[in-house]
C-alpha cells in the first residue's frame, strides 16, 4: 500500500495570506490528524477527522481549521498567517479502531 | 498538564553498541504508548508500541519497556547502526483520545 501524502512539500507564503495543504491517507484509512512541528515546540496536535466529522482539536487559534472529504482525503487551512505559523506541518493517518498512526513526509511552510 | 517528556535530548553511541532512549509521562491514565523514529527532512515513522497492560514488547532489535509504577519507557536498540541515527520521539494516547501527546525527542548519534 501507498503511504501517507502530502503536498505540497514546501510553500513559502507572506503574512497575511492563507495556505492549504493536502493530505491523502494510507487507502483503507478513514482517519487522518494533523500535527504541527516546529523546533521549539515540538510535535502539536492539531484536529483528527474521522468520516468527515472533527472529532477532536488541539489548542490552536481559529485561524486553523480543517475538513475531511467523502474520500478520507483532508485538508487543512491556515488564515491571516504569522511568522510563528512557520513549521512542518504532518498529516497521520490510521485505521478505524486502531490506534497506531502513520504519519506522511510533511509539508514545510516558510511564513516571510 | 499532561505530558510527555525526554531524560535527554541528544544520546550518542558507538556503532554495534545497544542504545536505550528513556522516556517519562505524567499521565497514568495513558494506556497506549507508540515509539517514533524521525530522520531529517521526513515524518514520523513508526517504531514500536506497546500497551498498558503490558511491560515489554519486542521487535526486530527494537524492544520497549514500559514501567508504569514509575510511568516510565525506554526504547532498547540492539546493535545500533549508522542508518539508526535519527530523532526519536515517544508518544502517548491517553485512553478515549485519538490525539497523540509526543515528548521533545532524543537526537541518536551513531559513531562508525
Known amino acids: 500500500k501507498a503511504g501517507v501524502t502530502q503536498t505540497p512539500r514546501y510553500l513559502i507564503k507572506t503574512r497575511g495570506q492563507q495556505v492549504t495543504l493536502s493530505c491523502s491517507p494510507i487507502s483503507g484509512h478513514r482517519s487522518v490528524s494533523w500535527y504541527q512541528q516546529t523546533p521549539g515546540q515540538g510535535l502539536q496536535f492539531l484536529f483528527e477527522y474521522f468520516s468527515e466529522t472533527q472529532r477532536n482539536k488541539g489548542n490552536f487559534p481559529g485561524r486553523f481549521s480543517g475538513r475531511q472529504f467523502s474520500n478520507s482525503r483532508s485538508e487543512m487551512n491556515v488564515s491571516t498567517l504569522e511568522l510563528g505559523d512557520s513549521a512542518l506541518y504532518l498529516c497521520?493517518?490510521?485505521?478505524?479502531?486502531?490506534?497506531?498512526?502513520?504519519f506522511g513526509p510533511g509539508t514545510r511552510l516558510l511564513v516571510l | 498538564g499532561e505530558s510527555v517528556g525526554l531524560h535527554l535530548p541528544t544520546l550518542s553511541v558507538q556503532e554495534g553498541d545497544n542504545s536505550i532512549i528513556n522516556c517519562a509521562y505524567s499521565?497514568?491514565?495513558?494506556?497506549?504508548f507508540i515509539w517514533y523514529k524521525q530522520e531529517s527532512g521526513k515524518g514520523p515513522q513508526f517504531i514500536i508500541d506497546?500497551?498498558?497492560?503490558?511491560d515489554k514488547r519486542q521487535g526486530q532489535r527494537v524492544t520497549v519497556l514500559l514501567n508504569k509504577t514509575v510511568k516510565h519507557l525506554s526504547l532498547q536498540i540492539a546493535a545500533t547502526q549508522p542508518g539508526d541515527s535519527a530523532v526519536y520521539f515517544c508518544?502517548?494516547?491517553?485512553?478515549?483520545?485519538?490525539?497523540?501527546?509526543f515528548g521533545k525527542g532524543t537526537k541518536l548519534t551513531v559513531n562508525p
Open positions: 508518544a502517548e494516547n491517553q485512553g478515549g483520545s485519538e490525539k497523540l501527546v
Open positions: 499521565n497514568s491514565a495513558s494506556d497506549y
Open positions: 506497546i500497551r498498558s497492560n503490558m
Open positions: 497521520a493517518s490510521r485505521q478505524g479502531g486502531e490506534e497506531t498512526q502513520y
